[in-house]
């Protein structure tokens, strides 16, 4: 009897332990879904190649990806490739650049001199770059750039990243024979397509992880060396054969535009330029955007 009167005292105390049970748990709350990471942006670097007045194909290169949403992190330029590249690096879009091409004379790059090095100062092409880039240095503008040049006496490759913007690139585009030396720092420096026609590896040592190469080289052709500067040109591309080949397959893409029979010296000849490198830019684009895809998986994969 008085086990049964305790049990019915119980009964209250473990409903209410029940209750209170109840309130703590409650009822199961729905499964929120966690938002998945934004995959790494890879560093892309474009690193535009030399080939004097072809140069210009650049320009609708950096058109076509700018306008699809590619925007280069890093760029290097050798010869040709470090004027645009320079400018491009300063914050000149493809537009601009397209604009200013346009606009451009000759002989606003051009100091003829009587000398056994060379025809060409070299001033007026350092002045004109200065001029653009607003005299800032290298180290400050708007995206990091490298003009790659050859050092002459030593035949080595310097990557110029530092310093007067204006001597790096007339550096990296003095061609032998045809710009005098530059001299800095009381070294001389002659064009970097010697050692670097397209500067890839240069790129790469700057950080980035996926490079884009637009490749203008002149390609050594039977019978096209009949004068002093046709056979001067020639030579320059036999032996720039190796070291072009040494570059490219750093790339993760090369872009080629259709220029190799347009002159060095014809600046008639850019608004074409500038078509063909707008038209291999375009083809190459949905590779382009695969493989930065796929390095963007890899590189949230290797996290």
Do not use: W
């Not at 914050?91 to 004379?105: R, T, V």
């Amino acid at each position: 009897m008085i086990a049964r009167r305790t049990l019915l005292r119980l009964v209250p105390l473990l409903a209410l332990v029940s209750l209170s049970a109840c309130s703590v748990v409650g009822p199961a709350k729905p499964e929120v879904a966690v938002p998945a990471k934004p995959l790494p942006k890879p560093k892309i670097a474009l690193a535009l190649g030399g080939g004097a007045a072809k140069g210009f194909a650049h320009i609708g290169v950096i058109k076509v990806l700018e306008s699809h949403g590619i925007v280069p992190d890093i760029v290097t330029g050798t010869s040709a490739g470090s004027v645009v590249g320079s400018l491009y690096a300063a914050g000149y879009n493809g537009l601009q650049l397209q604009s200013m091409a346009i606009k451009l004379d000759e002989s606003n790059l051009t100091d003829f001199t009587l000398s056994t090095s060379g025809f060409i100062k070299g001033d007026k092409l350092a002045a004109f770059v200065n001029q653009a880039v607003g005299n800032r240095p290298l180290e400050k503008l708007g995206k990091p750039f490298g003009a790659v040049a050859t050092e002459l006496d030593s035949g080595q490759r310097v990557v110029f990243r530092q310093g007067n913007t204006g001597q790096a690139v007339r550096a990296s585009a003095s061609i032998p024979n045809v710009f005098l030396p530059a001299v800095i720092a009381g070294k001389r420096y002659v064009d970097g397509g010697l050692v670097s026609p397209v500067p890839v590896s240069a790129a790469r040592e700057m950080g980035a992880d996926f490079v884009i190469a637009v490749d203008i080289s002149a390609r050594p052709r039977a019978g096209s060396a009949t004068g002093f500067l046709s056979i001067f040109d020639q030579s320059i591309n036999i032996m720039n054969v190796t070291a072009l080949a040494q570059e490219l397959k750093q790339a993760d893409v090369v872009i080629r535009p259709q220029v190799q029979n347009m002159g060095s010296t014809s600046f008639e000849d850019r608004h074409q330029a500038i078509l063909e490198g707008e038209k291999v830019a375009l083809q190459a684009l949905p590779l382009i955007q695969k493989l930065v895809q796929q390095k963007s998986v890899a590189m949230a994969a290797a996290r």
